[in-house]
């Protein structure tokens, strides 16, 4: 079982990008999914998470710019990030609970970068 993001790059302040990332293997369901980033030399925070159910929280700095929102049948969770600052440049990482045969997985993606230039 494992998370596979793309998505992230290259984009100018004001700018969008959209995060997406996928749980692939033996899947009986996904509990929270969350993005998270982090800078180098720093510890990992919360941008956004969201229910099984759908329901969405938002770190106070992405409130109203980021979206979070997934696709259960497809075991997709996606992170619409819109009016992009330069200090939203981060590498950012998918997270998800995945329950497979017998035990449940905290699952992270491998990271994927984002820049915003000024």
């Known amino acids: 079982v494992q998370l596979q993001a793309s998505g992230g790059g290259l984009v100018q302040a004001g700018g969008s990008l959209r995060l997406t990332c996928a749980a692939s293997?033996?899947?009986?369901?996904?509990?929270?999914m969350a993005w998270y980033r982090r800078a180098p030399g720093k510890q990992r925070e919360l941008v956004a998470v969201?229910?099984?159910?759908?329901?969405?929280n938002y770190a106070d700095s992405v409130k109203g710019r980021f979206t979070i929102s997934r696709d259960n049948a497809k075991n997709t969770v996606y992170l619409q990030m819109n009016s992009l600052k330069p200090e939203d440049t981060f590498v950012y990482y998918c997270?998800?609970?995945?329950w497979g045969p017998g035990r449940g997985y905290d699952l992270w993606g491998q990271g994927t970068q984002v820049t915003v230039s000024s």
């Open positions: 997270y998800a609970k995945v």
């Open positions: 293997g033996t899947i009986f369901s996904i509990s929270d």
């Open positions: 969201i229910s099984s159910g759908g329901t969405p």
